[in-house]
């Protein structure tokens, strides 16, 4: 039997509700925070109800304005409540956590050039 054309039968045909033209940014930078943010990363963390953020951090700015924030290495995330930024914050987290493993990688790189130079210098 075909469902009634009853309203309380077509409100599964609704949708949610789409973001207002403007509210999605044009363009968005990842870059690493500056002495010069400190004010709008201690904004940001008012905003989110959490402390600062400490040490290296990376930023999500568009249009001057820092939306999104994450700790280098940390698992601390900042996004603005008030502006659509979840998914800016998931792409920071992320870069963070792409910076961290690069920066790992470095390191144990380091370490196994130095062994073999140490035992380089051994066998001669």
Excluded: C
């Excluded at 009634?4 to 033209?21: G, I, K, L």
């Excluded at 990842?30 to 002495?35: C, E, L, P």
């Excluded at 290495?73 to 502006?83: Q, Y």
């Amino acid at each position: 039997m075909p469902p009634m054309s009853h309203s309380r039968n077509t409100s599964w045909s609704r949708r949610a509700p789409v973001a207002p033209a403007g509210a999605w940014p044009d363009s968005v930078t990842i870059r690493r925070a500056t002495d010069d943010d400190a004010t709008a990363l201690a904004r940001l963390a008012a905003l989110d109800s959490h402390p600062q953020l400490r040490g290296d951090v990376l930023v999500a700015e568009s249009g001057g304005e820092i939306w999104a924030a994450a700790e280098i290495h940390g698992a601390w995330v900042l996004a603005d409540p008030f502006r659509p930024s979840g998914e800016l914050a998931l792409t920071v987290a992320q870069r963070a956590g792409d910076i961290r493993v690069a920066a790992k990688r470095a390191a144990r790189r380091e370490e196994r050039r130095a062994r073999a130079a140490a035992k380089a210098a051994v066998a001669a």
